[in-house]
């Protein structure tokens, strides 16, 4: 390899790391890769690097084999103890109990099967962005050559349109500009060049760098590759990506705490029953152990899991309606305790569309409105519409736009687009807000000569001639260097004026602390034989027209969104690749908090991670990151113990929408990687979907509250009624037979009814439950307590009555099983209102799905009572109206205790108010 000499050594090190190229002068490069420009690399040299490097693609993560993935859903304590259920109600001859805790093992099985892993996806994803062609030079040759051949050194040829094929160090740029939206986060399109930059630079600022799956949007150039596959950046975030750990939802750990603890208690009170009844009670071993393992059985929710995934599948129909597409059902519950959201700024908060906002003449400021690239949209002077007639230098300064503008506005459908450079697009857009119509001007102007864009001289300039034999000159770029060229200005009447340059200045800098991107325009008439436009007929002789701002606007819901996010104690911090400036100015317009304070990639990296975990609960806004500083800091704030929501649209979105609790990409204009390696899609991309999307979430976790409120207390009142005729040589008021007969038509209904419920009042102004919330709380323990004595006096009650009254055992029984069925439906109708009175009009009504499902269990208790043969099967006789009348009367006397024990503690806890703590939680 050649080596440089050492007075270039000193001044421009070899980089030791391949990103530090960028640091480098273009020949300096060039001598490193030993490659001559002109001719490029032999065939022999590429055969030797391409075997050193390997192809230019990326490669596929290993995969879990589909009979492994599938046989993993079984993996969970909950599961193995329904197995062990199946298969001893199958030792009971109770086959219709084992149908269907089988057809809820395999359903949870299936469902978890086809949602789980998609996120590994995000690496196919990748892969397809790579160029699949490149134009090269190569012996001296220009070839058309695959993408995925490419080695470092091959010198790569670009033009607009082009997809970057390989991280690339430019050479020679012509007008160039690269969209890079999908690494930096950035809505315009990068200016480049071939000057060496600090080594300090961010990804953004790395101008004179082509990255891979970047899109060339104007322009040619020539560039020398210097990173392939893996070590390109987009491989290096695919790596980053592959290593990112995908934490478990918070309601999947609480899930598995209570598993091993339901699991733990149903085992040890079994072996205690058994032991006691045999050795103390000398019931036969045979009788005792069928006797526990019915009531093992019957203490199990086996219609929990099938429960959760409903209500988890009703949630998915329900954000469907809401534009929010759901990858994975656990992530549903997720977002009903997200605590903090971290969004891109670029097409989430903002529209990804460039617009005109600021336009400044000689002495008056004009504010820009409008939507997108849509020509349509009002000029307002101090808050104030303006007649743009009236103002003959505005309607000048809109001729200079469009004229002065290579792209073009198509509608295509009900949507505008550009084609060409955004930021042209939107000065179209502000010429047509200004009256004037680009095709006409350009019908009447025609445009005879140019002098393209160039990053060394930082302007545009166009010559024009019209049918009157008129020319003029309209030139735009940078403010400091137009301003350089001008000798006057154009008044607001349109008179010609000395120049004020402190002013512009001024005016400039103004429109720049906004985060808007600032260009000037201005003009010369030259003669109708002036055919030809060279640098000089620029220089000195020009009248400036004005200065116009321009931003990537916030999308107008989003102000309203963040502030019912923030109603509902969810923090919302900005992170995106942008300039700390335009995402100050776009956190101002969307009310996020702290709007002052922003850190830069650059304060990231030189902050520990203890100070940086300080300073998160105080900024809310991050600007030049990377991929790397978007994942540390969602990682920083889940070791917080918020659970976090990420939403982006870009590749350096990826890893830390894999790494979040709740991963949130954008299905319109996001790239394919970052949707899969998203939880949610947002079909139309926009940030107030997430707010709804929220509140389904919040939803459907109280609805899984309302289930277990209901099944555990329940459970444990059919429970206690065996073991305490068990303990005390009792009768027993149910058998087991009965009590699995119960539980299985009761959890197939009552139970699923919950997962239907309605949103509950007030549910956005709720702060999130904390990430480590146990699923069983202290007020749930005391409800199945309270309910377990209620269902144990009710049941023992209505039996010693039967008895008394020379009932037959078998009748006493039949009026002890639906006197449970009755107590349970009451207590359906205080489950539902957890925050609330059950004492209202609203409340008793209920839902359609309530009153299907109590018709469905009414339906079946009448069946097993009345019908002869189903009355050989459960030991069952016909009940008579009186005592039908006194076993709803027992449920309305649970219900009316529960209720005014639970108003009693509404007020205890919270005087005067009812609070959403007050109910029994879980």
Known sequence: MNRPSDASQEQHPIPTDALAWYTLPAEQVLNLLEVNEQAGLSAAQVQARLERTGFNRLPESARRPAWLRFLLQFHNILIYVLLASAALTAMLQHLWDTVVIVAVVLANAVIGYVQEGKAEQAMDAIRQMLAPCAAVIRAGQRLGVAGEVLVPGDIVLLEAGDKVPADLRLLHANRLQIQEAILTGESAPVEKHIQPVRLAAPLGDRACMAFSGTLVTCGQATGVVVATGTSAEIGRISNLLSGVETLTTPLVQQMNVFARWLTLLILSVAGLLLIYGHFVRHYPFTEIFMVVVGLSVAAIPEGLPAVLTISLAVGVRAMARRNAIVRRLPAIETLGSVSVICTDKTGTLTRNEM????????????????????????????????????????????????????????????????????????????????????????????????????AKHRFMATLHHNHDRQASIYVKGAPEQILAMCTQQRGSAGAAERLDADYWHQQANTIASKGQRVLAFAIRSVPPEHTVLQLADVQGTLTLLGLVGMIDPPRPETIQAIEQCQAAGIAVKMITGDHSGTARAIGYQIGLQNPDRVLTGLDLDAMSDGVLKEALKEVNIFARTSPEHKLRLVTLLQSNGMTVAMTGDGVNDAPALKRADAGIAMGGKGSEAAKEAADLVLADDNFASIVAAVREGRTVYDNIKKVLSWTLPTNAGETMTIIVALLFGFTLPVTAIQILWINLITAVTLGIALAFEPTEEHSMRRPPRARHEPLISGALVWHMVLVSILFLCGVNGIFSYALDRGYSVELARTLAVNTLVVMEIFHLFFIRNLYGTSFTWKAI?????????IAVVTVAQFAITYVPTLQKVFATEAVSFMDGLLIIGIGMAFFALIEIEKQIRLRLTEPGIETPSAGPTV
Request: hydrophobic fraction near 40%; glycine fraction near 8%; aromatic fraction near 6%.
């Open 355 to 454: 617009m005109v906002a600021s336009v400044v003449i000689s002495d008056l400021t004009f504010t820009v409105d409008g939507a997108g690239y849509q020509p349509t949209g009002n000029m307002n002077l101090a808050d104030q519409l303006i007649d743009t007639a009236n103002h003959p230098t505005l309607a000048q300064l809109g001729r200079a736009a469009s004229l002065c503008n290579d792209a073009m506005l198509r509608q295509h459908e009900q949507a505008w687009k550009v084609e060409g450079d955004p930021m042209e697009g939107a000065l179209l857009v502000f010429s047509a807000k200004a009256g004037i119509n680009s095709e006409e001007e350009r019908g009447t102007w025609a445009r005879t000569d140019a002098i393209p864009f160039d």
């Open 845 to 853: 009504r209920g839902t359609k799905v309530v009153w299907l499902t």
